[in-house]
Each structure stands twice: as structure tokens, then as C-alpha cells.
């Protein structure tokens, strides 16, 4: 069974850079039918897509975030992660790590989420 | 991009069919059949329900079934079940420089 796990630190100062990475198990990164997401939902709100990476390296940005946002993997960790820098108040959330079903357009493995915490 | 547009909440009495729209546009909804819709419950991770507007994964119940027409998809959930009562995104991939679009979200209350 497929399990995605976040981790990374919780608490961030504003203006900072927010690192979380996304481990695998239970099945290879490096496959050709799938790409690997981040998605957020600050307290209370919605969903918002942020980025997907293909373990081939090839990425993919929300235009809102794009400016702030690195994904990357890491293949032979069965990792991939993330990096949002200059981070404010509006960048509090519960941040998803994810498998997207390449073609296909649907994430179909979620990992619990994480939830950062801007504070000074 | 905006978010598309889902009702805030939909409520229902237990066997009772309920729907839930999701209204985009001719660039994601309308565009592509690539819609999928999850279900959230509260402090969980979103879970997948439909895929390609229509597409059950294994595993969930065929209570729930999706559909579209135009810039609107929607999902239905018949035979209203307690266990339903949880938070309904959907998403549209959207291609170009934008890729994926969620919903607003609906709250779907079992009465």
C-alpha cells in the first residue's frame, strides 16, 4: 500500500523560507504514470493546488505562487520536497504531499498533511 | 485562475439524493473531462471519489457518481448515508500556465 508521509518544521518566521519533504513508501518515485504534488489548505478554507514534479525533473507551478516555489526530487530517497520562501501570515496551513495520476489529471494518494504555523 | 464554484453547503435527510455542482469555465470545467472530486473529514486528508468526471476508483461506494455538462460538473450522492457528512472539493485540471483548479468546497450536512 502506497503511503506518502510530510515532515518538516511547523513553526516559520515570516519572511523565511518554509522546507517540507514528502517520503514515500511502499512504491517507487521513479515511475512513468505518475507525478508527485504539493497542496495546501490554510485553517478553515479550501484546497489550493501549489506545484507537481515528474521524477524525471520536469515541474510544474500554481502562477500565484510560482515566484516563491521550488519542488524537487529526490529518487534515490523516494523524496520529493518543497520550498516557499519569503513566507507571511497568509502562508499558514496544512500542506498535502500527493500522487498525481500523470495523464489523467487526479491525485489519488494523500499523505495526512502537515500544518506550518507562521510565527516570530 | 479562480477557484470554481461550489454551493457552501448542501443538506440532505438519510436515503435522500443529493447533488453538488461545480461551475468553472470554458478553460478548465468545459474544456477538459478531467474533473475529479474528494471528500474531507474534518482533521483528515482529502480522499478521491471520481476521477474523469465519471471514473469511481475502487473501493467507494457506487452511491457516488459524477457528471458534467458545459463549465458545470456535479456530484451526486444517493442513498444519503451519516458517514457522508464531510467537506466535497472538486478539481479541474486547467492546463496552460494555470494546470489545476480546486472548488470552493461544499459542506454536505446529513440531517
Known amino acids: 500500500q502506497l503511503q506518502l508521509q510530510e515532515s518538516g518544521p511547523v513553526l516559520v518566521k515570516p519572511s523565511e523560507t518554509l522546507s517540507l519533504t514528502c517520503t514515500v513508501s511502499g512504491g517507487p518515485i521513479y515511475n512513468y504514470n505518475y507525478d508527485w504534488g504539493w497542496i495546501r489548505q490554510p485553517p478553515g478554507k479550501g484546497l489550493e493546488w501549489i506545484a507537481n514534479?515528474?521524477?524525471?525533473?520536469?515541474?510544474y507551478y500554481s502562477p500565484s505562487l510560482k515566484s516563491r516555489v521550488t519542488i524537487s526530487v529526490d529518487t534515490s530517497k523516494n523524496q520529493f520536497s518543497l520550498k516557499l520562501s519569503s513566507v507571511t501570515a497568509a502562508d499558514t496551513a496544512v500542506y498535502f504531499c500527493?500522487?498525481?495520476?500523470?495523464?489523467?489529471?487526479?491525485?489519488?494518494?494523500w499523505g495526512q498533511g502537515t500544518l506550518v504555523t507562521l510565527s516570530s | 485562475q479562480s477557484a470554481l464554484t461550489q454551493p457552501a453547503s448542501v443538506s440532505g435527510s438519510p436515503g435522500q439524493s443529493i447533488t453538488i455542482s461545480c461551475t468553472g469555465t470554458s478553460s478548465d470545467v468545459g474544456n477538459y473531462n478531467l474533473v475529479s472530486w474528494y471528500q474531507q473529514h474534518p482533521g483528515k486528508a482529502p480522499n478521491l471519489m471520481i476521477h474523469?468526471?465519471?471514473k469511481r476508483p475502487s473501493g467507494v461506494s457506487d452511491r457516488f457518481s459524477g457528471s458534467k455538462s458545459g463549465n458545470t460538473a456535479s456530484l451526486t450522492i444517493s442513498g444519503l448515508q451519516a458517514e457522508d457528512e464531510a467537506d466535497y472539493y472538486c478539481?479541474?485540471?486547467?492546463?496552460?500556465?494555470?494546470?489545476?483548479?480546486f472548488g470552493t468546497g461544499t459542506k454536505v450536512i446529513v440531517l
Open positions: 500527493a500522487r498525481l495520476k500523470a495523464g489523467d489529471h487526479y491525485f489519488d494518494y
Open positions: 478539481c479541474s485540471y486547467a492546463g496552460g500556465n494555470t494546470f489545476y483548479v
Open positions: 474523469e468526471v465519471t
Open positions: 514534479i515528474y521524477f524525471s525533473g520536469s515541474t
